[in-house]
């Protein structure tokens, strides 16, 4: 399986402000992909990170307020923008194995917007 | 797109007991259906997938079986241990996209 760092792991931050997180995988992968998951719920995907290309967004997710990066096949960056409280999720990358659909996740990122 | 059902949100069952988690899936197309074991405070852990060419997978004391027909999965624990505590989440991707949709998730709480 891949291993995926995500940085970092929590924060606190204000509202007003934005979050940048970023992704690592050891090894170079197909598919990338935001997920949030909010205090005591499932997981919701946010976008898939496109390699060189703009990411693509679920529905009720948008560039403005999530937008995101991936400069070659290991990283990728979710920056959550102008932070209000109801930011305050766990917010995970995840890759798809490149020989199958086996999806594994980052370890995630705490954020509490205060 | 995919919607996926999950039975029950809470389930606690005495240690040696067995645990079963059930999943319906809208989406005929699906071709993976992964479960995920969430502990407190930390990330989904992958535990068994199955694909849509096998009807049963077994892992130790953890198995899960898809009816494609009626389409949905479930997920079979047995002989319960305390360190089984956790929420556990089916899932299911269709196409190549490599999209999960997650079910709304089980609380499972195994007492001694």
């Known amino acids: 399986s891949a291993v995926i760092s995500q940085k970092p792991s929590r924060d606190i931050c204000q509202r007003g402000t934005s979050l940048t997180i970023q992704c690592q995988v050891d090894?170079?992968?197909?598919?990338m992909f935001w997920y949030r998951q909010q205090p005591g719920q499932s997981l919701t995907l946010i976008a898939t990170a496109n390699q060189g290309s703009e990411a693509t967004y679920e529905s009720g997710f948008v560039i403005d307020k999530f937008p995101i990066s991936r400069p070659n096949l290991t990283f990728s960056t979710l920056t959550v923008s102008n932070l209000s409280p109801e930011d305050s999720s766990i917010y995970l990358c995840?890759?798809?194995?490149?020989?199958?659909?086996?999806?594994?996740f980052g370890e995630g990122s705490w954020l509490t917007v205060v | 797109g995919e919607n996926v059902e999950q039975h029950p949100s809470t389930l606690s069952v005495q240690e040696g007991d067995s645990a079963v988690i059930k999943c319906t899936y809208s989406?005929?197309?699906?071709?993976?259906f992964p479960w995920y074991k969430q502990e407190l405070g930390k990330r989904p852990q992958l535990i068994i997938d199955?694909?849509?060419?096998?009807g049963e997978k077994k892992d130790q004391r953890i198995a899960v079986t898809l009816n494609k027909t009626a389409k949905h999965f479930s997920l079979h624990i047995t002989e319960t241990q305390p360190e089984d505590s956790a929420v556990y989440f089916c899932?299911?991707?269709?196409?190549?996209?490599?999209?999960?949709?997650f079910g709304t998730g089980t609380r499972l709480q195994v007492t001694l």
């Open positions: 989406d005929s197309a699906s071709n993976y």
């Open positions: 199955i694909r849509s060419n096998v």
């Open positions: 899932a299911a991707i269709y196409g190549t996209a490599s999209k999960l949709t």
């Open positions: 090894s170079q992968v197909t598919m």
């Open positions: 995840s890759v798809a194995t490149q020989f199958g659909n086996t999806i594994y």
